[in-house]
């Protein structure tokens, strides 16, 4: 019954009571209503429909970019692939030398250079600048450095 108090909706309307007409009514009231959605269901279908496309198309056009990445990627890695090959022999070298306990003594060897022997350096400089000076105030008095001949090379004396 519809409205759950179990009368017959007919009742009072002069028709007499048919088993399973009730049900029958109910039934056909339910139909009526689902139908008179039908077109609001229908709707929404279209809608999500809609919106199922429109995702397709969003997730193609993804899968299409994607797929141009992942070209252009290995296209790079077939262009990279062959020089970083070529670098491996030389690159087994260095790690070989870098593992040498030698090269841990390098910073200590780099710091005492830099302690004791620039020092040493500059002052070689400094002693080289003051000795061209020199040679350069001696050069300029006329005769004073001009070669002489060695006694062997003068000739034969009488």
Known sequence: MPDGCGVDPFRGLG????????????VLQAQTEALAQ???TIADLNGAVRELIAATRV???TIASAQRTA????????????PVRALRPGL???????DDPAVDTLPGTLRAISDDVLPLL?????????LGSVTDRVGAIP????????PEEEGPSA
């Open 15 to 26: 028709l007499p009571r048919i088993p399973g007409l009730s049900e029958l009514v109910e």
């Open 38 to 40: 039908l077109p609001r």
């Open 59 to 61: 997730a193609t056009e």
């Open 71 to 82: 070209e252009r990627l290995e296209g790079l890695v077939e262009e990279l692939e062959e």
């Open 92 to 98: 087994d070298r260095v790690g070989r030398v870098l």
């Open 122 to 130: 500059h002052g070689l400089r400094q002693a080289t600048d003051r």
């Open 143 to 150: 005769g004073l450095l001009r070669r002489r001949g060695r």
